[in-house]
């Protein structure tokens, strides 16, 4: 065993040691009881294991600058951010010291411990956002370099609230902001009239793929217009200047426990440079052509994830 310094303080009780070429540290695991004087506070990086529920013993990890890149705590430690006090059981950080993401809980999936176990032990947190107070089980908070908010991804099943330029909206799994402050986007948590471009439209994705906040189905640009969106209840007819059109509909396809009920596939719409993509479609420019916003009738059921009943 040794010890290595870092920027917050010397490591004792270093178990595991590779080396950048430049002769920094990349990580270190540790087994002794470590305090690091952050500019947030007074942090132990993890040195045991206690229960079933917290991840193997997880290194330290550096910049090649030896500035901390990944720190794991031995106990869920509060932490002083521009959005409140947020407890965290794992951070990460830019090479300049600033926190890039937090992680309240940093447990260990297993057969043994499920994402619902884990859930169960995260208690409700009020984050200050430039949309006004989220309150709800948070999975991770990330930030800018600057310290400004960047995203919340919550704990799947929960549901918060935030203002946007049309209205209060709850959500679900995640919101993201710019760096002034201004939504970036969110995941609708129910069916959202939204104004678009080429009229309103009913924004909801029936299948959000994402597992964190960084990047939702409804977006918006710096102005506060959709710039992307989901549906699966409308359907989008392109009038071409010589009288030809084009409709672009939601898809389908079988549930995937077998059901004769089909699911809806969300038909993606995306707004960039006065143009509008349907589901990766060549762009069509809005000064050019005409579009007709309709109301897609099929009749489809939610996706079913639990294949009994």
């Known amino acids: 065993m040794s010890f290595t310094d870092t920027l917050y303080g010397r490591l004792d009780g270093v178990t595991f040691d590779p080396l950048f070429s430049n002769g920094k540290t990349d990580g270190c695991t540790v087994s002794k009881k470590n305090t690091l004087a952050a500019p947030f506070g007074k942090l132990v990086p993890q040195f045991e294991t206690e229960d079933i529920g917290r991840r193997a013993k997880k290194p330290v990890y550096f910049f090649k600058s030896g500035a901390l890149k990944s720190l794991p705590l031995q106990q869920q430690t509060k932490v002083k951010t521009p959005a409140g006090e947020i407890p965290a059981e794992l951070i990460t950080f830019y090479e300049s010291g600033a926190i890039k993401r937090i992680f309240p809980l940093d447990g260990k999936l297993s057969g043994f411990w499920s994402w619902q176990n884990e859930s169960a032990l995260a208690e409700e947190l009020v984050l200050t956002t430039p ?26 099943g929960q549901r918060a609230s935030i203002a946007t330029p049309y209205g209060e909206k709850e959500f679900r799994t995640g919101v993201a902001f710019y760096e002034n402050g201004a939504l970036r986007s969110f995941e609708p948590l129910k069916k ?16 959000p793929n994402g597992i964190h906040g960084d990047l939702n189905s409804l977006q918006f640009d710096s102005n506060g217009l959709v710039s992307a969106l989901c ?3 409308n359907e989008v007819a392109v009038y071409f200047p010589g009288g030809n059109r084009q409709i672009f509909k939601p898809g389908i396809k079988n549930n995937v426990c077998g059901d004769e009920r089909k699911v809806s596939v969300p038909m993606k719409i995306r707004f960039e440079k006065g143009a509008v993509i349907f589901n990766g479609s060549p762009p069509f420019q809005l000064d050019r052509y005409s579009f007709e916003v309709r109301k897609h009738t099929l009749k489809t059921g939610m996706p079913k994830y639990a294949c009994t009943g």
């Open 192 to 207: 959202t009239e939204i104004p678009t471009f080429v009229g309103m439209m009913t924004a909801f994705d029936n299948e």
């Open 131 to 156: 949309a006004g107070n989220v309150s709800a089980k948070i999975l991770a908070i990330q930030f800018y370099e600057s310290g400004a908010l960047k995203s919340i991804t919550l704990w799947p």
């Open 231 to 233: 549906t699966i209840d």
